[in-house]
């Protein structure tokens, strides 16, 4: 077993390389499938993908063609990914994964959400049957750790969330939010988390459109704001102060001649537009356009970042923990390398277990003096047993036979007299 962690995140690469390695819940499955074929590179894996970071978790013996494998798959030259990826071999592997599920690694230091994302991960990969002993092991243990950060530490106090940062930026270009309407694309954990600090402010209205009705009308009633088909989007869009995106599509919903045509409608106003989504939601070109005020996740991420001084003390324990956590681990992965050998060692005994069984019972059958059986089968065992451990003594050479004997003597918990 080798484990090995590699992807790319908001630390090492913009989010222009993100979107072109992020993997859609429709392609999910098939490539869950595709790097643990027979010509995959991977004997187990799952894959974590969000609006901040893609990684691949996996059992391989192959570390260098999995980070290639993530090129290809998405028809990107390995050249191009190579300088925004990171690589994790073994217990590096365990550590990064703890610290992202206790949020050390998030761009919002502390933040909840990620831990469940892992979790999907992991159901994602069992459900694709991509899932075995090692990474199963890893990922229990992930979210025992995070559990425990959270419980013993106040990694999460005071956190500033992405959905906080929205609303504070969007309060930067606007007086008050109270006077505006917002306009919500996508039905998902996001846009409920975002639409929650909005609603909060009293907007003069609220809307969220998806591409499932149902959806969208549950998600706008819990704040009592109104519902629309995602197809209606381009003549809405005028109406609305404020943007706020984050869907799985896999292609912009918001065009450039969409948003020009809604500030024309709009008369100049401007529209203070936040893009949540990886791939993005909304084309860069937008930003450019002088009415609009577009923001993405890690344009976010610059306004979180300021309030993360005062937790620094709740992450040196949260690293001791994870610390600790790693070497029994890594522990448990040692112990795994010695099953084959124990398990041979059980087969063996449990031949010839059976062997002297067969051969008493013949005896009984012809019947021969039980007590004499037993003592027979006995004797005939032991000797079988000790009979490779004593002739590797008795034929081992000078220079090798000294150490054997110390580790007979350990194996057999023998003590000198």
């Avoid at 991977?42 to 063609?65: F, G, K, V, W």
């Avoid at 639409?195 to 706008?220: C, D, S, W, Y």
């Avoid at 989007?233 to 450039?256: C, H, K, N, Q, R």
């Avoid at 065992?381 to 451990?389: F, R």
């Amino acid at each position: 077993m080798q484990l090995f962690a590699c992807g790319v995140n908001h630390h090492t690469a913009p989010v222009s390389i993100r979107e072109r390695v992020a993997f859609g819940p429709d392609i999910l499955p098939r490539a869950l499938a595709d790097v643990t074929s027979e010509s995959g590179p991977a004997r187990e894996a799952a894959i974590l993908s969000t609006c901040n970071r893609t990684e691949i978790y996996c059992n391989t013996s192959q570390p260098a063609d999995v980070a290639e494998w993530l090129a290809n798959f998405h028809g990107l030259p390995p050249r191009d990914v190579k300088p925004y990826l990171y690589q994790h071999p073994g217990s590096d592997a365990a550590n990064h994964a703890f610290r992202v599920a206790s949020g050390l690694d998030s761009m919002v230091l502390g933040e909840t959400q990620i831990l469940g994302q892992m979790k999907q991960a992991a159901e994602k990969a069992s459900d694709a049957g991509t899932l075995g002993l090692l990474l199963n092991k890893l990922f229990q243990r992930t979210f025992s750790v995070a559990k425990e950060v959270r419980t013993a530490t106040e990694i999460g106090a005071s956190t500033v969330s992405m959905s906080a940062a929205a609303v504070s930026l969007a309060e930067r270009i606007f007086p008050s939010i109270k006077e505006q309407s917002v306009l919500f694309i996508g039905a998902g954990e996001m846009i409920d988390l975002v639409a929650t600090h909005f609603a909060a402010k009293g907007p003069r209205r609220l809307m969220v459109v998806n591409r499932t009705i149902e959806r969208a009308q549950a998600l706008a009633n819990k704040f009592g704001g109104e519902a629309a088909a995602l197809t209606n989007l381009a003549e809405l869009l005028p109406e609305f102060d404020i943007l706020v995106t984050s869907t799985a599509s896999p292609l912009p919903i918001v065009g450039l001649g969409m948003v020009e045509r809604a500030i024309k409608a709009r008369k100049r106003r401007p529209i203070f537009m936040v893009d949540l989504a990886v791939p993005r939601d909304i084309e860069s070109e937008v930003g450019d356009m002088d009415d609009i005020f577009l923001y993405t996740v890690d344009d976010l991420g610059e306004v979180v970042r300021s309030g993360q001084s005062s937790r620094q003390s709740a992450v040196v324990q949260a690293e001791a923990i994870i610390a600790a956590s790693v070497n029994e681990f890594m522990h448990w992965m040692d112990t795994r390398r010695t099953v084959p050998v124990i398990r041979s060692l059980r087969d063996h005994g449990e031949r010839l277990r059976r062997n002297e069984m067969d051969k008493a019972h013949k005896a009984l059958l012809r019947g021969d003096d039980p007590q004499v059986v037993l003592d027979a089968l006995s004797r005939s065992l032991m000797n079988k047993l000790l009979h490779d451990p004593s002739h590797a003594l008795n034929q081992a050479g000078d220079n090798e036979r000294e150490q054997l004997a110390r580790l007979v003597s350990r194996l057999y918990n023998l003590h000198s007299e």
